[in-house]
């Protein structure tokens, strides 16, 4: 063998091992990257825990608690407490220092009682709408057909109170019907109103769409024009005092994802 012959194998060999060397620092940097890549990735999406308090109408019950489960589901290791009641009821509460991180209301003017008190972190959003129905007892044995109709003489009628949304929403489509109507009660929720019907402690009551559609053959419901002239929209709010307030954020971003937007349309409520 020439001696050109062994030098020029030679330098063959020294370009492979150095071709090697190269790729297996390529590998060690990519590696290295990927996982500070992934560390990057973790900080910035910290896993959520603990309690979030929640605050909302009486008349998301249903499917809030609905999203509640789906929640503490796609976070383990959280938890989605609620208090759900008269809209004006909680935003006293709430002015009034009660603990909690999230604020559902059933109408701007109740929201609007908890943002002039400086308690709501930033503007809150309409996450949906609402619109009044006629809950009667099923069959509609009293052959309820319009708003007019609530003011028979002899028919037990039961409202919402004004101060709360729907009893104010009630009372504007009365209005619009240039009707006057003296119900025998006056409650303080929408789910007090449809349960004296339920309990046929009254003939009928003015409520959402979404409790005569929750309470299923419980009740019938009848539809009226008027009610057009008074769809409540429902304002979404984080509070300035949240104790969790990353996870209420969380969960507020559920209520108006897409996800949660199919889970309040199956209940009935309108989108914003």
Same mark, same amino acid.
């Given at each position: 063998?020439? @001696?050109?012959?062994?030098?020029? @194998? @030679? ?26 890549? +992934? ?15 929640? !605050? ?7 499917? =809030?608690?609905? $999203? ?13 407490? !609620?208090? =759900?009641? +008269? ?32 308690? %709501?972190? +930033?503007?809150?959003?309409? !996450?949906? @709408? ?16 319009? $708003? ?7 028919? #037990? ?12 929403? *009630?009372?504007? %489509? ?5 009707? #006057? ?10 789910? *007090?109103? $449809? ?9 009928? *009551? ?17 539809? =009226? ?12 709010? $984080? ?5 969790? *307030?990353?996870?209420?954020?969380? =969960? ?16 009935? !409520?309108?989108?914003?």
């Amino acid at each position: 063998m020439t @001696r050109s012959v062994r030098r020029t @194998r @030679r330098m063959l060999k020294l370009a492979g091992a150095g071709a090697a060397a190269l790729m297996a620092l390529s590998a060690c940097s990519s590696s290295s990257d990927a996982k500070k890549s +992934g560390s990057s990735d973790a900080s910035a999406s910290p896993k959520l825990s603990g309690t979030v308090t929640v !605050f909302a109408a009486a008349s998301l019950k249903e499917s =809030f608690t609905t $999203l509640g489960k789906e929640f503490e589901h796609e976070h383990p290791g959280t938890e989605v407490s !609620f208090n =759900f009641g +008269g809209s004006d009821t909680l935003a006293a509460s709430i002015t009034g220092g009660a603990p909690a991180d999230v604020f559902a209301a059933a109408s701007p003017k109740t929201m609007k009682i908890v943002t002039d008190k400086g308690d %709501a972190t +930033g503007a809150p959003a309409t !996450f949906v @709408r609402n619109q009044l129905e006629i809950a009667t007892l099923p069959g509609n044995p009293d052959e309820v057909a319009s $708003l007019k109709d609530l003011t028979k003489s002899g028919l #037990k009628v039961v409202l919402c109170d004004k101060s709360v949304p729907c009893g104010a929403a *009630a009372q504007k %489509a009365l209005d619009a019907a240039e009707l #006057k109507l003296t119900p025998v009660s006056y409650e303080q929720d929408v789910k *007090a109103a $449809l349960n004296k019907v339920q309990l046929k402690e009254a003939d009928a *009551a003015v409520v959402y769409k979404t409790d005569v559609k929750a309470a299923g053959g419980k009740v019938e419901g009848v539809e =009226f024009p008027e009610s057009a002239d008074a769809v409540n929209d429902y304002p979404i709010a $984080l509070l300035k005092d949240a104790p969790n *307030a990353e996870t209420a954020k969380a =969960f507020i971003a559920l209520v108006r994802s897409a996800k949660g937007q199919k889970v309040l349309s199956q209940a009935g !409520f309108l989108k914003p």
